[in-house]
């Protein structure tokens, strides 16, 4: 009863286990490997992922002409904005969800407090960028990978009292961060492609960052 009234995903899905197997198990199959292994991975699937608390369309955005102009003010807009969230990185995310469930030690998921924050402000300020027009799609996925980034650092500060949760949310955290990589890499070439080249003073420069593979 406690498990039902719960929005625990360990708790919810571990009931779905045992009303299948239960029910499997009358039937005769509930000894049977296969049957349990697939309710399992019925349960697993199940579980939906982070959702961004939003998301961004075209027409939300600054969108101006595609000019050489624009779109080195733009490449230098989104670098100086990636400038100021060094924090908000993989390497710290990890090792605070690391440090966590080796030491099965809840303080430790603190350290994703003040990284969730730097990635939602980070959405919000490429959010307010002129973008322009040619590269509007690109920019739009990046907002809403970002935004799931975001929401899937909220949920990994549960991972210890909802390991399942935890679960998808690592899971989800890092193949949407690995989008967002192939986003900006597609922008860096568009960038290159147009000829739109910068200085190495200039924030810009750490586009080829993208490019270098």
């Known amino acids: 009863l406690q498990a039902a009234k719960s929005d625990n995903l360990t708790d919810t899905v571990a009931r779905t286990l045992l009303v299948n197997l239960s029910s499997a198990s009358a039937q005769g199959l509930g000894a049977d490997i296969p049957t349990q292994d697939k309710i399992v991975a019925m349960a697993a699937q199940s579980v939906a992922p982070p959702k961004a608390k939003k998301t961004y369309a075209q027409g939300g955005l600054k969108l101006v002409d595609s000019t050489h102009q624009t779109q080195k003010a733009y490449g230098n807009a989104v670098m100086t904005i990636l400038g100021k969230y ?28 003040p990284i969730q924050d730097d990635y939602e402000r980070l959405v919000e300020d490429l959010a307010s960028v002129a973008v322009p027009k040619t590269l509007a799609p690109l920019h739009v996925q990046t907002l809403n990978d970002l935004g799931v980034v975001a929401a899937s650092v909220e949920d990994l500060q549960k991972i210890l009292s909802d390991p399942l949760r935890g679960l998808q949310a690592l899971k989800q955290y890092q193949s949407m961060l690995g989008e967002a990589g192939r986003v900006f890499t597609s922008i860096a070439e568009s960038l290159a492609k147009n000829g739109i080249l910068f200085k190495t003073d200039e924030p810009g420069a750490a586009w080829a960052v993208f490019t270098s593979s």
């Open 86 to 113: 060094t924090e908000a990185t993989s390497q710290a995310v990890l090792v605070a969800v690391s440090k966590a469930t080796d030491n099965n030690d809840q303080k430790e998921l603190q350290a994703l407090v």
